[in-house]
């Protein structure tokens, strides 16, 4: 259990020093995510599902968020995303499954603009906050 115990520590010492979490002194329990890395990643995201697929599944918003979430783990880009249930979060959290955009016979899912928006404020405050470097945003002078 204490071998166990010091590898999370390592790993989250680890995250803290490339910037993907935050937490203060040796508290990891209370780590932040960099939300700044998590915007960086939505917009790599493309959801998508393939036209004749999606007449299939129209009316079953579970199987609309699995291809969704399927389409998003074949992507080839770095992820945070690693497995079917945080994709299938992601995609709930963060995309419609209403809202598509039709391009050469697939429905690509439209990123939910109020909860991006809501997630900006939070890196833009992480930054104020001191906790993070700004990679994302333009500075305004």
Do not use: W
């Not at 115990?5 to 209370?30: H, M």
């Not at 389409?71 to 995303?81: A, T």
């Amino acid at each position: 259990m204490e071998n166990k115990k010091k590898s999370i520590e390592d790993q989250c010492k680890t995250l803290k020093e490339l910037n993907f979490i935050y937490f203060a002194g040796d508290d990891y329990l209370d780590a932040e995510l960099n939300y700044q890395i998590l915007l960086m990643q939505l917009s790599d995201f493309k959801p998508c599902i393939p036209r004749d697929r999606y007449l299939k599944i129209k009316h079953s918003k579970k199987m609309i968020v699995e291809e969704l979430a399927a389409s998003i783990l074949n992507q080839d880009v770095v992820m945070i995303v690693q497995d079917m249930e945080s994709a299938k979060n992601v995609i709930i959290n963060y995309f419609s499954t209403k809202k598509f955009v039709i391009i050469e016979d697939k429905y690509f899912s439209c990123v939910q603009s109020k909860k991006i928006k809501k997630l900006s404020h939070k890196a833009f405050k992480q930054i104020e906050e001191g906790k993070f470097k700004n990679y994302v945003f333009r500075e305004v002078k």
